[in-house]
T-cell receptor, first 112, second 114 residues
Framework: KQEVTQIPAALSVPEGENLVLNCSFT??????LQWFRQDPGKGLTSLLL?????REQTSGRLNASLDKSSGRSTLYIAASQPGDSATYLC???????????FGKGTHLIIQP | GAGVSQSPSNKVTEKGKDVELRCDPI?????LYWYRQSLGQGLEFLIY????????KSGLPSDRFSAERTGGSVSTLTIQRTQQEDSAVYLC????????????FGPGTRLTVT
């Protein structure tokens, strides 16, 4: 059974810093990996999806990488802003499951 | 365009009552998913529909939970004889490309069982 772990569980940094959020998964036989953000009391917003054949995806200040062999993905946020404050979740889509398997998230606070 | 919508946004019910939660996926999305988010468990997958068919119902927590989808669009998740441990946020997502596409989530239904 796939397990997804996110480190750190919480992170607080000053505005303007670059930061990296980590995600690891136990079963490397995944179809894709997706990063989401969740604002308090809201649903999930998809940020980036990396297919298993890809190594990274970029959208604006966000860059996500995938290393299937080591079971790791990272989300890089450049020049962080207070509006980036949210919980960031990674989720893998494996061949043996219909749904996504989520990590417990990283709660990010960007201090103005 | 319109995203995934869910209703009601909040539901408070007494233990033992039945509840129905509704999901309207993005128009044209053939795949629909239900998840549950609770404080202790994080986000867990419940069930997936491709069209009106749910190939695997083993993710549903108990036989008190059922789900259906009609016309390849709206889906309802029904919980019978609700228990306090059913309290959670129930999230629905839809996808254009089936199992491997980007999943777009609705705002969720917060269920509180008293």
């Amino acid at each position: 059974k796939q397990e997804v772990t996110q480190i750190p569980a919480a992170l607080s940094v000053p505005e303007g810093e670059n930061l990296v959020l980590n995600c690891s998964f136990t079963d490397s036989a995944i179809y894709n990996l997706q990063w989401f953000r969740q604002d308090p009391g809201k649903g999930l917003t998809s940020l980036l999806l990396i297919q298993s054949s890809q190594r990274e995806q970029t959208s604006g200040r966000l860059n996500a990488s995938l290393d299937k062999s080591s079971g790791r993905s990272t989300l890089y946020i450049a020049a962080s802003q207070p509006g980036d404050s949210a919980t960031y979740l990674c989720a893998s889509k494996g061949g043996g499951a219909d749904g996504l398997t989520f990590g417990k998230g990283t709660h990010l606070i960007i201090q103005p | 365009g319109a995203g995934v919508s869910q209703s009601p946004s909040n539901k408070v019910t007494e233990k033992g009552k039945d509840v129905e939660l509704r999901c309207d996926p993005i128009s044209g999305h053939t795949a629909l998913y239900w998840y549950r988010q609770s404080l202790g468990q994080g986000l867990e997958f419940l069930i997936y529909f491709q069209g009106n068919s749910a190939p695997d119902k083993s993710g549903l927590p108990s036989d008190r939970f059922s789900a259906e989808r009609t016309g390849g669009s709206v889906s309802t998740l029904t919980i019978q004889r609700t228990q306090q441990e059913d309290s959670a946020v129930y999230l629905c997502a839809s996808s254009l490309l089936g199992l491997n596409g980007v999943q777009y989530f609705g705002p969720g239904t917060r269920l509180t069982v008293t």
